[in-house]
């Protein structure tokens, strides 16, 4: 396994590693990103040939460069942070409590940015778009946008392009082609009873015992498809019932999150869970049946068959070596919606935020024998998870350069 020479690759200048700082430094959540937006219309302003749009279904930002005749491209990044308590140390964590770039949105927007500096100095022919989209984590931001007639008020693509930071070693990228990462579902559960004193249980209908019982025997409806490719995820993240030792509560309530790779697939196992959770209210007696809400719906991301293959040789090409991947994520996304909605082909990559340093030969054996990141290393999510920027940002700026030129000199 190889990875690019960050010592040869484009140096970054202090300008841009001083975006990133700021970004970092600042956080916002979903649908709350309006100093983000400030910065990146500033940004984008003060390259020549871009026009500017801000406040694009709701916090978004759209930026479009002219060249001439010829095809329309989007780039896409994502810029809002986590609910999370950062925990990395660095001098320029984020000075807002409770919010983190723990995905690595801030990369993906510098990394934009400085692509959108590069394409500017040497103004291909054909437009770029580039798409600065809020709420990602949400799964609202992208078709916030697209409600807000994305397609209508700018040049429609020919082809969307993305990429996201992962603990993987700076400057390696991973695809596929076809689907690339999961559909996701929050749901909410919520059990209701009969309260008490803890005292005497024969007294209650315990929602706390019913909710326990359905995350004990919820994963049965995962186990029973291990043998299925791609088989779904169900996890419970979360769980509350009540306030004192010695009081049996009125209700429970569970967030669970699933994982699907098709829509039968999700129907399956949405259906599935409700039966579950109905079950187990009838069996423990309840007063009413469960509630159960699904929200915060992402849908498959998939690739498009050829265009991906095409981009990922064009990477490779370029300097930026591709490790092709076996069976697609259980991460989510909601950036396939644009092409969905374009009608047109949409390829999305993930691509190294760690100093390949390092990385031992254990470690790369068990990416390329078993297609998994070593768990010492924070991921994705974690508020330990902090990408390497002055490696990591020249690969993702050469890789968003690379893809978007050879799609732009595309005639047909």
């Not at 700018?154 to 603990?167: C, R, S, T």
């Not at 019932?241 to 098709?262: D, H, K, Q, W, Y």
């Not at 909601?334 to 909605?341: K, L, S, V």
């Not at 054996?365 to 974690?382: D, K």
Request: proline residues 8%; hydrophobic residues 40%.
């Amino acid at each position: 396994m190889t990875t690019t020479d960050t010592a040869a690759a484009p140096a970054m200048s202090e300008h841009w590693q001083q975006v990133y700082r700021q970004l970092h430094s600042h956080p916002e959540l979903s649908g709350q990103e309006h100093g983000t937006a400030s910065l990146v219309g500033a940004e984008l302003r003060a390259l020549e040939g871009w026009e500017v749009t801000t406040g694009v279904g709701g916090t978004g930002v759209v930026g479009v460069l002219q060249g001439g005749p010829g095809p329309v491209v989007w780039l896409r990044a994502d810029m809002d942070g986590l609910p999370v308590q950062e925990d990395t140390g660095l001098e320029y964590a984020s000075r807002t409590a409770g919010v983190m770039h723990a995905c690595g949105h801030d990369t993906h927007v510098t990394a934009l940015l400085g692509a959108c500096a590069q394409l500017s100095e040497d103004r291909p022919a054909g437009t770029v778009v580039a798409i600065f989209q809020p709420a990602e984590e949400t799964g609202a931001g992208a078709q916030r946008m697209l409600d807000d007639r994305l397609l209508e008020r700018f040049p429609k693509p020919a082809i969307v392009l993305g990429q996201h930071v992962a603990p993987l070693p700076a400057g390696l990228a991973i695809s596929k082609s076809g689907p690339l990462m999961a559909a996701s579902d929050s749901i909410r559960v919520r059990f209701t009873g009969s309260g008490g004193h803890g005292s005497q249980p024969h007294l209650a209908v315990d929602p706390l015992l019913m909710a326990a019982s359905f995350v004990v025997r919820m994963q049965s409806l995962t186990a029973r498809q291990a043998a299925v490719p791609s088989g779904p995820v169900l996890v419970a993240g979360s769980l509350h019932a009540g306030s004192r030792p010695n009081i049996i509560s009125e209700s429970a309530e569970l967030l669970l999150t699933l994982r699907t790779f098709s829509d039968s697939q999700r129907d399956g196992m949405l259906d599935a869970i409700a039966r579950l959770a109905r079950t187990e209210a009838e069996a423990a007696g309840a007063p009413v049946p469960p509630e159960f809400a699904p929200y915060d719906h992402f849908p498959v991301t998939v690739n498009t068959e050829g265009d991906t293959e095409r981009i990922m040789a064009t990477l490779t090409d370029g300097g930026v070596p591709v490790l092709p991947m076996t069976h697609p994520l259980t991460g989510s996304e909601d950036f396939g919606t644009f092409g969905t909605a374009a009608g047109c082909p949409s390829v999305f990559w993930h691509i190294g935020g760690i100093d390949p340093t390092r990385f031992t030969e254990a470690d790369q054996a068990l990416m390329l024998t078993e297609h998994t990141i070593p768990p010492r290393f924070p991921s994705n999510h974690s508020p330990r998870f902090a990408p390497d920027p002055e490696k990591t940002l020249p690969a993702m700026i050469t890789a968003m350069v690379t893809a978007a030129r050879a799609e732009l000199a595309r005639t047909s």
